[in-house]
C-alpha cells in the first residue's frame, strides 16, 4: 500500500510512554442547531503522538478537531453531548477558562492565517498577550518557536519584516512557529498542508515529526498519504460516526471496516 | 496539425465567434460616457476650487493707478477743487482768485483752457492773508487780514446740450465775511469743519509773537437772496501755544489737535463752547530730531499719522487707556509703526471713505492702508512741492497739485483697500481698541465704521466646533462600531446598523433646531446633573464590567455570548440617576457662590463657573453643539468603521482566540490593527462631516466670533459665518470675497487634512494589509 507509511513507523520513538489516553473523548455528539454533526464519537489519543482524523468532507473531523480547543463555542446554536477531557479534566468543567484551554490546546488553521504583524510580532502574539513584556524572553521564544518551526534559518534577518511578505509554506510554518511559541501540550492541526505545494507539505510533514517529541498532535486531513506518512494513529469518520479508530498501519495495512477499506483505496471520498 | 490552423488566416471567421455590432458599439460609446463622466467631475472640482481663487485673488492685489493728463495751472495756485467727476478743476492763488480750466476730456485737459475766473469782492484795506480750500466739500475759505473770514462755495451745475453732452457750470457763492478772530489782526490759518456736530470755523491769529486759535459754530439758513449764515460766539481754543506748527481739526468738531514745532501734540476737546486741554504727547520724543515732518488725521477722526525727518511712520489713536488712577479713559496712544519711508517726511494726505492716505517722502510718493499697514501703491512723486492731494469720494481718484501748477491725476482701481494677508490673518490693532486682536466684525450701523475681517476666530471657531463635536462622536462611534461588529448578537446588528445608516441621513437643520430650542435650554436648567450623569457613566460601564469578570463562569455562562449587555444596561442607568440624584448635593457642597445681583449665596455651577473659571457661560454653548454635531457625525464614523472592522477575515479572528487571548484582546491586538485604515477613513469623513457642518453651528452656537476654548460659550465657523453673511455681502465688495476667502480656508483645512489621512490610511493600509 503506502511503503512510506512502514517507514515513518519506525521512527525514534522516544519511548517516554506517556498517558494513552492524554485526550479522552466519550460518547461525544455535537449539534449545529438542529443539524447532528458528531453521534457518540469515543476515542483515546496518546500522549506525544500523531493522530490523523480522515474521511470524506463533511464527515465532522474538522468539527471534532475545533471542539478539542472549543472553537466551535463562537458559533450559534450549538449543542454537545458527552465529553472532552484532557489530562483527565472535561474541557467544559465550568472551572475552566476556556482562554487557558486554548493555551493548552494550539491550533493550526488550513489557510494560514498570520496576523499582518511583522514576523517577531507574530510568533510572540500569545506571550504578549499573557503579558510577558520582557524582552529576552521574546527573544529566546521567538528564536526557539521558529527554529522549530525549522524556519529560523530562512526568516532570522528579517523579523522585523511583514508576515505577509512569506511564501505559502513560510507563512503556515510561521503559524506553526506561532502556535508553539507559548509551549502548549496539544496542537490541532485542521488540513495544514491543503494550500501548499509538495515541497512545503514535505516540510511541513518533517516538521510534524519533529514536534511530536514534545507536542501531541491532532491532524486532519484530506490526504491519506499525508495520514499515512505522519501518523500514529488514524481514525476514519463517515457521515458524523467514527468507523474506525486503530494505528496508522492497521489501517491503512489491514482495515477491519469495510468503509474505511473503500475509503482509503479511493473508492469513495 | 488541428483543422483550426489549417485554416487560412483570411477565413472569416464563423458566425458563432462573431460579436455583434451593437455590443462592439456600446462598449465603446459606453466607455466614452464614464471617461466623459469621470473626467466632468475632476473639472468640476477644479473649476470650483478656480472659481473660489478668483473670487478671492482680488483681495491681494494693491491699487492700480492710471495716469489721466495733467492739468496745469498757474504757478501761483496754492489750493484746488473740483466737481465730482474731476471735470473742472479750479485752483486758487494767495489773493483768492478761483481758476477754473477743462479737464473732461484728455485733449481739454491738455489745453488747459480757462473757462472762467472769480475773484472775492473784499472791502476796502482787507486783504486775502491765508486760504484753505476743502475740494471735497467744494468750499474755500478765506482768512482776511482784519480778522475777518470769507467762506465761498463752489458748486456744480451740470448743464446738457441737444447732443446729450454734460457740462458742468460752476456757481460760486460767496457768503458774507464773518468776524471770528481778534479785529484788525491778520488771520494766519483757517479751518472749517462740518460734521454731525454742525459747521465750525477756526482761526489762528498772532499777537506778540504767540499763536492763539478762536473758533466760532456756524449756522446756515436759506434766506431770500442766498444762504445767511450766523455765527455763534466767537470762543477761544488756545491762547498761547509757542511754535504752532499744525492743526487738525476732526470732523466731529469735538477736539483740535495742535502740531508744535518741536513735535509734541496737543489736544483740546470743544464741548460746545468749552474747551478743555485733554493730552499732548509726542510721538517721536525717542528720536534725536523729535520734530514731526508731516502729519495727517486719517478719516473717522481718531487717527493721527505722523511722520519724522528720519522716515519713521507711526500712526497714533485714541483708544481707551488705563489711566494711573484706575479708571478706564480715552486717550491717545501708539497703535502701529508702520514701515519705514524712503526719507524724511513731506506730507500725508488722507483718503476720504477709508484708511488709506498718501504719504509723500524721499520723493515717493505711497498710498498706504493705515490699519494693516500695506502698501496700495507706489510711485515717484513730483520734484516740485506738494500742495494738495485730494483722494475723490468713492476713492476712485487722485488728484496732486504741485507747486509748479500742475495737477496730475490718476484714475484709482482698488476695490480692497482694507484686505491684506494681514487683515485676514494677522493680529490687527483697530481704532478704537485697546490691543491688537484677531477680529471678525463685518457690519455695524455707522458709515465710519471699519470692518474687521480676521479669520482666525472663524478657523478657531470651526476647529473648537470639530473638536468638541468629535471629542463625543468619536469614542462613542468607534466603541460601538466595535462592539457592534465583534460582541453583538447578529441578530440585533441587523437591527442597529441600519438604525444608525437612517441616522447618518437626519438633516442637519433638524438636528440644529432640536439642538438650539430644544436642547439648549434643558442642558441650561439641568448642567451639573448632566455633566455628573455623563461623567458617572464611563466609571459605571467599567466597574460593571469588572464585576462582570469576576461573576463565577457558571452564572457568567447563563447568559448567552453578545448578551452581556442586557446585564449591563440597567447598572447604568441605576448608576446614571444616582449621579443626576446626587448633583443637587454636589452642587451645593462645591458650586456655592455668591449672587451678585442680591448678594445671597446660591447654589449654581454656571454662576460658579462665571465667577471662577473666568470665562462666560451661554446656554448656547460647545457642549450643545459638540453633542448634536457628534449625532450627526456618529453614523457616519460608526458605519465605516463597522464596515472595516467586519471585513477583518474570521481566520485572523480564531487565529487569535485559537492562541490563547481573550475576545478583548484578540479586538485590541488583531481585529482594530487590521481595520485600522478603514477606521481612520471613518474618522476622517466624520471629521470632515464636522467642518462643513453649518446648519448645526448656525442654529445652536450663537454665532459669536470669540477665540475661547471655554467649553461653555459658542463660536463661529467658517461654514456658518458663510451661510450667515453671505446674503447680506454684496457681490464683489471686500466683505463678499472675505467670506470667499473663509471658503477658500475651509476647502484648505478640509484638503490638508484629508491628504494626510489619506497618506496615513494608505501607509496603514500597506501595513497592516490582509493576504
Known sequence: MNPSASRIKVQPATESEGRKDYIRIQ????????????????????????????????????????????MNDLVDGIRHEGDIQIAGRSIYDPGI???????????????????????????????RIMGVTDRAVLDEACETSLRKAALWDEVK???????????????????????IANRPEILLMDEPCSALDPIATGKIEELIHE????????????????????????????????????????IFMNPSQAQTEAYISGRFG | MSENSKQSPDAPTPARFQVSRFTLLADTWMGRLIRFGGVSVVVAVLGMLVFLVCQVLPLFSGAKLESLTPVTFEKTAVGFGEDEYGELPFTCDAAGKLEFRHAYSAAGAAAGVVTKTWSPTLAPGQKVTTIRTYPRDGLVILGLSDGNILEVKVTYKIAFDE??????????????????????????????????????????????????????????????????????????????????????????????IVVRKDGEVRVYTIEEEEVSFLQSFKPFASLPDSRIASAGLIFGNVSLVVNSFNGVEEVWSIYPQVQSNGQTQRRWGKIHDCEPLAGAGQGIFPAVGNKCYLTVAGGRMQIRNMTNGSLRWDAPAPAAEIQQVVFSRNYDRLAVLSADGVLRRWSIEDHHPEASWNTFFGKIWYEGASAPAYTWQSSSGADEFEAKYSLVPLLYGTIKGTFYALLFAIPIALLAAVYVSQFLRPELKKIIKPTMEVMASLPSVVLGFLAGLWLAPIVDANLLPLICLVA????????????????????????????????LIPFVVFCGWLAWQ???????????????????????????????????????????????MGFAVIPIVFTIAEDALSNVPDALVSGSLALGASRWQTVWSVVVPTAISGIVSGIMIGFGRAVGETMIVVMATGNTPVMEANPFNGMRTLSANIAVELPEAAVGQTHYRALFLGACCLFALTFIINTFAEILRQRLRERYKVV
Open chain 1, 211 to 250: 514536534l511530536k517529541a514534545q507536542f501531541t498532535i491532532v491532524i486532519v486531513t484530506h490526504s491519506m498519504q499525508q495520514a499515512a506518512r505522519v501518523s500514529d494513529r488514524t481514525a476514519f469518520f463517515y457521515l458524523g460516526k467514527l468507523i474506525e479508530y486503530d494505528t496508522t498501519e492497521k
Open chain 1, 157 to 179: 534577518d528579517r523579523l522585523n519584516d511583514s508576515a505577509l511578505g512569506l511564501s505559502g509554506g513560510q507563512m503556515q510554518r510561521l503559524c506553526i512557529a506561532r502556535a
Open chain 2, 536 to 567: 458617572a457613566l464611563a466609571p459605571a460601564a467599567l466597574t460593571a464590567g469588572f464585576a462582570w469578570s469576576s461573576l463565577p463562569q457558571p452564572i457568567r455562562r447563563k447568559v448567552g455570548p453578545g448578551w452581556e449587555f442586557a446585564y
Open chain 1, 27 to 70: 460518547d461525544f455528539g455535537f449539534w449545529y442547531g438542529a443539524k447532528k454533526a458528531l453521534d457518540a464519537i469515543s476515542l483515546d489519543v496518546p500522549e506525544r503522538r500523531v493522530v490523523a482524523f480522515i474521511g470524506p468532507s463533511g464527515c465532522g473531523k474538522s468539527t471534532l478537531l475545533r471542539n478539542l480547543n472549543r
Open chain 2, 582 to 628: 446626587a448633583a443637587p448635593m454636589i452642587e451645593s457642597t462645591f458650586f456655592s457662590v455668591k449672587d451678585l445681583a442680591s448678594g445671597q449665596t446660591i447654589s449654581d455651577f454656571r454662576e460658579w463657573w462665571r465667577q471662577n473659571s473666568g470665562w462666560s457661560y451661554d446656554s448656547r454653548n460647545s457642549i450643545v453643539v459638540g453633542f448634536v
Open chain 2, 163 to 256: 447732443k446729450g453732452g454734460r457740462t458742468p457750470q460752476p456757481q460760486i457763492v460767496a457768503l458774507p465775511a464773518q468776524q471770528l478772530g481778534k479785529k484788525l489782526l491778520p488771520c494766519l490759518d483757517v479751518w472749517s469743519v462740518k460734521g454731525p456736530n454742525g459747521h465750525m470755523v477756526i482761526c489762528r491769529q498772532q499777537e506778540a509773537g504767540h499763536d492763539f486759535l478762536t473758533a466760532a459754530r456756524l449756522t446756515e439758513k436759506s434766506g431770500m437772496g442766498g444762504p445767511v449764515v450766523t455765527a455763534g460766539n466767537a470762543f477761544s481754543v488756545a491762547s498761547d501755544i509757542p511754535d504752532l506748527e499744525r492743526v487738525f481739526v476732526p470732523s466731529t468738531a469735538d477736539s483740535v
Open chain 1, 97 to 127: 477558562e476556556v482562554i487557558s484551554l486554548r493555551r493548552r490546546v494550539g491550533m493550526v488553521f488550513q489557510k494560514s492565517n498570520p496576523f499582518p504583524k511583522s514576523i517577531y510580532d507574530n510568533v510572540v502574539y500569545a506571550l
